[in-house]
């Protein structure tokens, strides 16, 4: 596999963190930082602070991205966001299927398929995410289970809406747990997920995706991870809420 045909693409992901005064302060100390970076940079950002990021973000390489949508177009659905409305804010990415969201809130592979497709229909770049809990890896079910959920989320998705899929590999026992996947552990799974889209896509849509690693990935440890062949960059937790520590990995991901 090509490692050179995939742009890498460093995505923070900042969870239920920061007010908009934060949130402004931290896009502002981020810009300087990641301006000469040589992958794609995203700030998946809550709800809340969308406006204010995509403002403070204007005229910089800074990508900004939501942490989940909803299937439907609109409706009587308390507490949701649709893809239009981020559509419309001038939003490009959103996060789906963050294990957080199938742990704390019932999401299933199926929710994942819909939302995924709802976000494709409206224009949106999605950061798909799969990975297997420790009791899986024990189990020695993670190829499988990861295989299963990347071709439930895929259902229907063609192949021209797969060129704006990324898929982040975040292994649930990584996950702000300060234990990282080995850069070995990594890249094995990610070879999956993209043996995976060879299947069901063929060899060019295999080549082309990028498949992200997730799961306390920091400034020290990134470089051995984002150099592996099969890992085309990061979907960062708690390091992305630091602007020198992000900006390490994205540098990390420039140099491959
Ligand atoms: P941490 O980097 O904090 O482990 O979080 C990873 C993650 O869940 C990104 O989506």
Redesign the pocket.
């Known amino acids: 596999m090509k490692k050179d045909v995939r742009k890498a693409v460093i995505a923070g992901?900042w969870k239920m963190n920061k007010t908009r005064p934060e949130a402004k302060a931290l896009i502002e100390e981020m810009k300087p930082l990641v301006a000469n970076a040589g992958c794609e940079v995203v700030a998946c950002v809550p709800f809340t602070n969308l406006e204010t990021v995509l403002e403070a973000a204007k005229g910089s390489n800074i990508k900004v991205g939501a942490q989940n949508c909803h299937f439907e177009k609109s409706g009587a659905f308390t507490g949701e966001i649709s893809a239009d409305m981020l559509v419309e804010m001038g939003v490009e990415y959103v996060i789906i299927g963050?294990?957080e969201r199938r742990q704390y809130f019932g999401e299933t592979d199926e929710t994942v398929n819909k939302r995924t497709k709802a976000a494709l229909a409206a224009g949106l770049k999605v950061i798909l995410?799969v990975g297997e809990m420790l009791a899986d890896r024990e189990n020695g079910i993670t190829d499988e289970l990861v295989a299963m959920q990347t071709k439930i989320a895929l259902k229907n998705v063609s192949a021209e809406e797969l060129k704006n899929v990324i898929i982040?590999y975040?292994p649930v026992w990584?996950?702000?747990?300060g234990k990282t996947a080995t850069a070995e552990q990594a890249n094995e799974v990610c070879a999956v997920i993209r043996a995976t889209i060879k299947a069901l896509y063929g060899c060019e849509a295999a080549e082309g995706i990028t498949i992200q690693y997730?799961?306390?990935?920091n400034a020290k440890n990134a470089a051995e991870l984002v150099a592996q062949p099969d890992v085309d960059g990061g979907?960062?937790?708690?390091?992305s809420l630091k602007a020198p520590d992000f900006a390490v990995i994205v540098d990390a991901a420039t140099k491959g």
Not at 235 to 239: K, Q, R, T, V
């Open positions: 992901n963050h294990s995410c982040a975040e990584a996950i702000g747990t997730g799961g306390s990935m979907l960062i937790g708690g390091a």
